[in-house]
Antibody, heavy 128, light 112 residues
Framework: EVQLVQSGVEMREPGESLKISCKGS????????IGWVRQMPGKGLEWMGM????????DYSPSFQGRVIISVDKSVSTAYLQWTSLQASDTATYYC?????????????????????WGPGTRVTVSS | DIVMTQSPLSLAVTPGEPASISCRSS???????????LDWYLQRPGQSPQLLIY???TRASGVPDRFSGSGSGTDFTLKISRVEAEDFGVYYC?????????FGQGTKLEIK
């Protein structure tokens, strides 16, 4: 069974740093992109970026580039989302996600088949 | 970035009745090889979203056949043939043809 186990609830003050984690199990971790999706309180879903665990290739959304760091340690099948200086506007639930893929035999390339697994979310509250 | 626009933003339906949600993209989601990179998700209250439909019309594993996805290019529709109690929540479409991935605003399906 595929599982994405995320670290627990976090409370920080503005300006503090934070690193949350997501451990994948039940599948070949290095072969699937792992991403992060933000959901601010009462709002919709925002894709932040994703990382390929095999080579640590990262693709950030321009909206989050420079604001967060996405990393991975494939030796422990864990992806991370990190802030160096939190703001109150970072208050949100952060979902770790796995993106499925298929091989297009005509294109001879791999393409998305959607976010097929979601973690339970890590709630982050930033307040003084 | 590709802009995804859903309508309606809220929908009240009586259990047993059908429901339909529209999703439009600002750029074609149809690849040169004929795949539409459009997904549908349901987020029930207090839960993580779950994948319902991918590649425009393929139901994800375990998704009941009352859910169906259709459309191509820039216009897509999610239909529920007969809404059940477990179907209430917020539905999102998402494009997977390019990064950054982008979601629609969400459509809240409520009990009438």
């Amino acid at each position: 069974e595929v599982q994405l186990v995320q670290s627990g609830v976090e409370m920080r003050e503005p300006g503090e740093s934070l690193k949350i984690s997501c451990k994948g199990s039940g599948y070949d971790f290095v072969n699937y992109w792992i991403g992060w999706v933000r959901q601010m309180p009462g709002k919709g879903l925002e894709w932040m970026g994703m990382i390929h665990p095999d080579d640590s290739d990262v693709d950030y959304s321009p909206s989050f580039q420079g604001r967060v760091i996405i990393s991975v340690d494939k030796s422990v099948s864990t992806a991370y989302l990190q802030w160096t200086s939190l703001q109150a506007s970072d208050t949100a639930t952060y979902y770790c996600v796995r993106e499925g893929y298929h091989f297009d035999p005509i294109d001879k390339d791999y393409s998305s088949t959607g976010i097929d697994h979601w973690g339970p979310g890590t709630r982050v509250t930033v307040s003084s | 970035d590709i802009v995804m626009t859903q309508s309606p933003l809220s929908l009240a339906v009586t259990p047993g009745e059908p429901a339909s949600i529209s999703c439009r993209s600002s750029h074609t989601l149809l690849s040169l090889t004929g795949y539409n990179y459009l997904d549908w998700y349901l987020q029930r209250p207090g839960q993580s979203p779950q994948l319902l439909i991918y590649l425009g019309s393929t139901r994800a594993s375990g998704v009941p056949d009352r859910f169906s996805g259709s459309g191509s290019g820039t216009d897509f529709t999610l239909k529920i043939s007969r809404v059940e109690a477990e179907d209430f929540g917020v539905y999102y479409c998402m494009q997977g043809v390019q990064t950054p991935r982008t979601f629609g605003q969400g459509t809240k399906l409520e009990i009438k």
